[in-house]
C-alpha cells in the first residue's frame, strides 16, 4: 500500500487476505517470519484467515548485536525506529533486560507522520480486566480517562470505582482524566443540565468539588461531556467552561471537552445545539469530537465512522477551532444489525474487531470493504436462517483516520472505547505517530 507524504512514498504493510492464503506463505512473500505476523496481529496459528481480512505485516527486520552502554532508546534512535517496535519484534516488555552480546531484529525504519496526542476512554469492569486493557494499551496513550462521574442537581459528584485505571495507567506514563457528564438514568439528562447551567451555587459547588477529587485520586486534568443540553444554554455552557478553566489553569490541569459533530454551527436541537465550537475552541485546552455512531445500534445499518462523513466535520471544525486543539474520536468497535431493519426494533449488537473477524469465519462469508466510507462489512445468515449484515473496523478503516489527523494537523485521536482486542489499530498507529507522553520517564 503506497500513501504520499512530504514527498516521499511510505510503505505501509497492510494485507488483504485472498482465497486459499494462509499465514505462512504470506510471510514469505513479504520477507517476514510467520511469529512476526502471528504476533502482530495476535492471531490463532490453528485458525484459518478470513477472505478479506486485513492483518498488518511487520517490516522487513536486520540483526543487531548489543554492544556495552547500549539501551533499547540508544539502539532505537541509531535505525530511526521506535522502542515499542523492537519490544514487539522481539516478544519483550517495557522492563525487559538487554545485555552485551544480545542479538535483536530491529525492524525496518518507522514511517512518521509526527508526534500526536491520544486518549483513551474506559468503563471500569474488574481490576483483572482493568489491568489487562491499560498495560496492553499503555504505550499507545497520552491519557485514559475512566467513564464516568456524573454530577448531581447540587454539584455533586457521583462515585466511580476508577482505582486501578488510575494506579495502572500512571505506572505506565498514561496520564488520568477524569471524566464529568451529566448523565442520570434518563441516559443524558436535559433537565439536569438545565438546571444545573442555572445555578451558580451547583456549578461552584462542582468546581470546588472536581478540583478536591482530581488532587486526591491524582487526575491530570477532566473532560467535561454535557450532552443533549438546551440550545437556550449555550451561552450558560460557555460561561460556566470559563469558570472551570480559571479555576483549574493556575492548579496546572487541562481541561478538554466533548462535542457532537456537526458540518456547520448547528444552533438547534439538544444533541448539536448548545456545542459552540468556536467559543470551546477559545476557551479549553482541547475539544473531542465524537465522529462516529453513524451507525448505531437503534439506527439502519451503516459504517460507525465512514470517513466521508468525518472528514465533513473535520473540514468544518478546523474552521473555527485550532486543529491542534481538536481530538478526533475513533471507535474500536462495530455492530451487527439483523436484517430487515425495522425503526424502534431490534437493536444491534455491538462487535469488536476480533469478534467480527471470528464471526465472518464462523458462519464461512468473506469481508467485503466499502471505498466510500472506507470501512469493512459483510453479510451472513445465522442458525435461525436470519440474515445479517455486520460493519466494522480494521487496519486499512483507521489507517484512512489517522491520514486525516495528518492531513489536517490534527491534536490526536480519542478512542471509544478501550474494551475489546483490536491488535492491528495499535500496530498501524504505532507505525504512522510518536506518542506524546505527559508523564515523565522515571
Do not use: C
Amino acid at each position: 500500500m503506497v500513501v504520499y507524504k512530504k514527498g516521499a512514498y511510505i510503505y505501509l504493510n497492510i494485507y488483504v487476505v485472498r482465497p486459499g492464503d494462509s499465514i505462512w506463505p504470506i510471510a514469505r512473500r513479504f520477507g517476514v517470519y510467520p511469529d512476526s505476523i502471528i504476533k502482530a496481529n495476535s492471531l490463532n496459528p490453528r485458525e484459518s484467515l478470513v477472505v478479506g481480512q486485513s492483518i498488518v505485516i511487520p517490516s522487513r527486520e536486520r540483526a543487531y548485536r548489543v554492544k556495552a552502554g547500549d539501551s533499547l532508546w540508544s539502539i532505537a534512535q541509531k535505525f530511526g525506529v521506535s522502542v515499542n517496535s523492537i519490544l514487539n519484534l522481539n516478544n519483550m516488555s517495557s522492563s525487559s533486560a538487554i545485555y552485551p552480546g544480545m542479538i535483536l531484529r530491529i525492524p525496518e525504519k518507522s514511517k512518521n507522520y509526527g508526534t500526536i496526542e491520544t486518549n483513551g476512554f474506559i468503563q471500569p469492569s474488574t481490576d483483572e480486566n482493568e489491568t489487562r486493557i491499560v498495560i496492553n494499551a499503555a504505550p499507545y496513550l497520552t491519557y485514559i480517562t475512566p467513564f464516568s462521574h456524573h454530577i448531581t442537581a447540587e454539584g455533586g459528584l457521583t462515585p466511580l470505582r476508577d482505582e486501578t485505571i488510575i494506579t495502572v495507567g500512571k505506572n505506565n506514563r498514561v496520564a488520568p482524566l477524569l471524566s464529568v457528564t451529566n448523565l442520570s438514568e434518563k441516559n443524558f439528562d436535559t433537565e439536569l443540565i438545565r438546571n444545573f447551567l442555572n445555578n451558580e451555587k451547583a456549578q461552584n459547588n462542582l468546581i470546588n468539588n472536581m478540583i478536591d477529587m482530581m488532587r486526591k485520586k491524582g487526575y491530570y486534568g477532566t473532560i467535561i461531556d454535557f450532552e443533549r443540553i438546551p440550545p437556550e444554554d449555550r451561552t450558560k455552557y460557555n460561561r460556566f467552561l470559563e469558570k472551570l478553566v480559571a479555576r483549574l489553569h493556575p492548579l496546572g490541569y487541562v481541561v478538554g471537552t466533548a462535542l457532537a459533530p456537526k458540518t456547520y454551527d448547528v444552533k438547534a436541537g439538544a444533541w448539536h445545539g448548545a456545542h459552540d465550537y468556536s467559543a470551546h475552541g477559545r476557551i479549553v485546552d482541547f475539544v473531542i469530537i465524537m465522529t462516529y455512531e453513524w451507525g448505531w445500534s437503534g439506527g439502519p445499518p451503516m459504517a460507525v465512522a465512514p470517513i466521508n462523513e468525518v472528514r465533513k466535520v473535520i473540514n468544518y471544525a478546523v474552521t473555527v477551532i485550532p486543529p491542534k486543539k481538536i481530538m478526533m474520536g475513533m471507535p474500536l468497535y462495530g455492530y451487527d444489525w439483523t436484517l430487515p431493519y425495522t425503526p424502534r426494533g431490534e437493536f444491534a449488537e455491538s462487535v469488536g474487531n476480533r469478534e467480527a473477524v471470528d464471526r465472518a469465519r464462523r458462519y464461512g462469508v468473506a469481508i467485503r470493504y466499502d471505498e466510500k466510507a472506507q470501512s469493512p462489512y459483510y453479510n451472513y445468515i445465522d442458525e435461525e436462517r436470519r440474515q445479517h449484515i455486520v460493519w466494522f473496523e480494521d487496519a486499512r478503516s483507521v489507517e484512512a483516520k489517522y491520514k486525516l489527523v495528518s492531513e489536517y494537523g490534527l491534536r490526536g485521536v480519542s478512542y471509544w472505547v478501550l474494551a475489546k482486542p483490536f491488535p492491528e489499530n495499535w500496530q498501524v498507529l504505532d507505525n504512522m505517530f510518536n506518542i506524546e507522553k505527559v508523564i515523565p520517564a522515571q
